[in-house]
């Protein structure tokens, strides 16, 4: 008795099946189906394109992915991505160095940097505390944070971080370690959604959210 499979899975399994005339494309099509969000149709549409524009194009493809990973470093200082030891950020002058905007990832701060608004230092961390995830405080870059605010002693600390129970986690765990005598520490505004992330909010409403922070304080519930 014969078994009836659904077209869109025949199509499935026919594409999985696909006998490639060129083992070069078919290699070409698994190293780009690597890539995020890239399934192998893409992967092959992608393929095809490239294989179709002059080679110098491509070879161009080539050699940037080549030339960022095997010469760009992580800054010492941010733990952004850099071409020295020492980020550009980090080593210009005029940005603002009694200011720290603390984010989560380097994704967050490429998209602050396209507000044009902040013209202070970051400290990436690299995640968000998450004991469900086994994250703690070590795994991430809080340690050299918690170091660089004792020996700078900058004026103010923006947590320009995610409002999440991770997000807020991390921000307690943070401000504990700080005396905030000597450091103010910012939340940016609300106006960036509880659990969403930074780099999808537009930049008019993440740049609002920075420009309208607030002060964070720890409630003391250990005095009746």
């Keep these: 008795m014969y078994r009836i499979v659904p077209l869109h899975i025949k199509k499935t399994l026919n594409f999985r099946r ?19 969000g890239v399934g192998k149709k893409t992967a092959l549409r992608l393929a095809i394109f490239l294989a179709q524009q002059d080679s110098a194009k491509g070879h161009r493809l080539a050699s940037a992915i080549t030339d960022m990973l ?17 980020c550009e950020i980090c080593s210009n002058p005029v940005r603002d160095q009694t200011t720290i905007c603390v984010i989560e990832s380097i994704r967050d701060l490429m998209a602050i940097e396209e507000t044009q608004q902040y013209k202070g230092l970051y400290h990436v961390l690299g995640g968000l505390i998450s004991p469900i995830e086994g994250i703690g405080p070590d795994k991430l870059n809080i340690h050299d944070l918690l170091k660089r605010i004792q020996e700078k002693q900058p004026k103010e600390i923006i947590m320009a971080i995610r409002p999440s129970i991770e997000g807020d986690t991390t921000v307690y765990y943070i401000t504990k ?14 106006g960036i959604s509880f659990g ?8 008019f409403t993440l740049s609002r959210s920075i420009a309208a922070r607030t002060p964070y304080f720890i409630k003391d519930n250990s005095t009746v």
């Design 196 to 203: 969403s992330e930074l780099e999808y909010a537009d930049e």
């Design 70 to 86: 095997d010469q760009m470093q992580v800054c010492k200082v941010c733990f952004s991505y850099s071409d020295k030891e020492i």
């Design 18 to 36: 696909m006998k490639y005339t060129s083992k070069l494309m078919q290699d070409a099509v698994e190293a780009l189906s690597m890539l995020p």
């Design 177 to 190: 370690q700080v005396n905030t005598d000597q450091t103010k520490i910012s939340l940016i505004a609300r």
